[in-house]
């Protein structure tokens, strides 16, 4: 889809929506903020397969090493054999049942971690292939609807069931991504970082919303790639938290937080995480709840004039 001149944005995936002039949105139990928690489990494959992409910058390790690079693979495997059971113990301990986002080649090479984030309660949704393997408007339309299939088929045999959500690695999309999710069975979508409530996307097949993720706050976004230390970030959250829970007060905000086991996951971090969510959940008006019951409720009970 080549880029357009509109009032508003360059493409129609979706309606131009300030919020300003949006209807009145309530949570369950007149909550002013719904906090939904993406935990991600993406495996970094060891070579690059042909024809991929794999960012550059991907974070992980000091620097990008020549082969074989294993502070970067280990480090990143350190949230498969280690951070995942911390975050989801912290987790637990504060009533908050995640969403993971799973690729393909995690579904299919650690079966125990299916089961372990399964018997916990999790809801697991789509993540591509693994993050040596992200989508790009250089793939051809047939090879991206292949991609995204062969990814939910991989997922619904190690779990039983088909995913309803999807987080693209690295956060990769092309131009055609969100109409090819939503012909695939796909009903939300955790790509776009462009609001702070649940919108509707335009499809001609299924029926697809954004729930979108604070990108600032994401993790790897923040203490990877902007280098903002754990300190900063354990007040960043509670700060970002405190203006949605006063916004939330006039019309109900979503806090989408996505989080790295392998980074969050680590033994002087985790600290900073427990001591946020405590705070977020020691407040009256909190819904915590995975995507799928998000989205459920913003379909049936939509903004309101």
Same mark, same amino acid.
């Given at each position: 889809m080549p880029g357009q001149r509109q009032p508003g944005m360059d493409h129609d995936h979706y309606d131009w929506s300030p919020l300003s002039t949006r209807g009145v949105l309530r949570w369950p139990d007149d909550s002013r903020v719904a906090l939904c928690i993406v935990v991600t489990l993406d495996k970094m494959e060891w070579v690059v397969p042909e024809g991929s992409?794999?960012?550059? %910058?991907?974070? *992980?390790?000091? &620097? &990008?090493? $020549? #082969?074989?690079?294993? @502070?970067?693979?280990?480090? /990143?495997?350190y949230g498969h054999r280690v951070g995942i059971f911390r975050v989801l113990d912290v987790l637990e301990k504060h009533g908050i049942t995640p969403t993971i986002a799973m690729d393909a080649l995690t579904a299919?090479?650690?079966?125990?971690?299916?089961?372990?984030?399964?018997? /916990?309660g999790c809801e697991i949704i789509g993540h591509g292939i693994s993050v040596s393997r992200m989508i790009t408007s250089n793939m051809s339309e047939g090879d991206e609807r292949e991609y995204i299939n062969d990814? +939910? @088929?991989?997922? @619904?045999r190690a779990t039983g069931v088909a995913p309803r959500g999807w987080m693209g690695p690295e956060y990769g999309e092309?131009?055609?991504? $969100?109409?090819? =999710?939503?012909? &695939?069975? +796909?009903?939300? =979508?955790? !790509?776009?970082? %462009? !609001?702070?409530?649940?919108?509707?996307?335009?499809s001609s097949k299924g029926n697809l919303t954004a729930l979108p993720v604070l990108w600032e706050l994401d993790d790897v976004s923040a203490m990877a790639n902007r280098k903002v230390t +754990?300190?900063?970030? *354990? !007040?960043?959250?509670?700060?970002? #938290?405190? /203006? =949605?829970?006063?916004d939330g007060g006039v019309n109900g905000r979503l806090m989408g937080?996505?989080?790295?086991?392998?980074? @969050?996951?680590?033994? #002087?971090? +985790? *600290?900073y995480l427990d001591d946020a969510l405590g705070y977020m959940t020691g407040h009256s008006q909190v819904w915590a709840a995975n995507g799928k019951a998000i989205i459920d409720w913003y379909r049936t009970n939509p903004p309101t004039s």
């Amino acid at each position: 889809m080549p880029g357009q001149r509109q009032p508003g944005m360059d493409h129609d995936h979706y309606d131009w929506s300030p919020l300003s002039t949006r209807g009145v949105l309530r949570w369950p139990d007149d909550s002013r903020v719904a906090l939904c928690i993406v935990v991600t489990l993406d495996k970094m494959e060891w070579v690059v397969p042909e024809g991929s992409y794999q960012p550059g %910058n991907l974070a *992980g390790g000091s &620097a &990008a090493r $020549p #082969f074989p690079d294993y @502070t970067r693979m280990s480090h /990143r495997e350190y949230g498969h054999r280690v951070g995942i059971f911390r975050v989801l113990d912290v987790l637990e301990k504060h009533g908050i049942t995640p969403t993971i986002a799973m690729d393909a080649l995690t579904a299919e090479h650690y079966p125990y971690l299916v089961k372990h984030c399964l018997d /916990r309660g999790c809801e697991i949704i789509g993540h591509g292939i693994s993050v040596s393997r992200m989508i790009t408007s250089n793939m051809s339309e047939g090879d991206e609807r292949e991609y995204i299939n062969d990814s +939910i @088929t991989t997922l @619904t045999r190690a779990t039983g069931v088909a995913p309803r959500g999807w987080m693209g690695p690295e956060y990769g999309e092309s131009h055609r991504t $969100p109409q090819l =999710l939503a012909a &695939a069975g +796909i009903e939300y =979508l955790c !790509d776009w970082a %462009n !609001d702070e409530q649940p919108y509707p996307m335009k499809s001609s097949k299924g029926n697809l919303t954004a729930l979108p993720v604070l990108w600032e706050l994401d993790d790897v976004s923040a203490m990877a790639n902007r280098k903002v230390t +754990i300190h900063r970030y *354990g !007040d960043l959250l509670k700060e970002s #938290f405190d /203006r =949605l829970y006063q916004d939330g007060g006039v019309n109900g905000r979503l806090m989408g937080l996505s989080l790295h086991p392998w980074l @969050t996951g680590q033994p #002087f971090r +985790i *600290g900073y995480l427990d001591d946020a969510l405590g705070y977020m959940t020691g407040h009256s008006q909190v819904w915590a709840a995975n995507g799928k019951a998000i989205i459920d409720w913003y379909r049936t009970n939509p903004p309101t004039s």
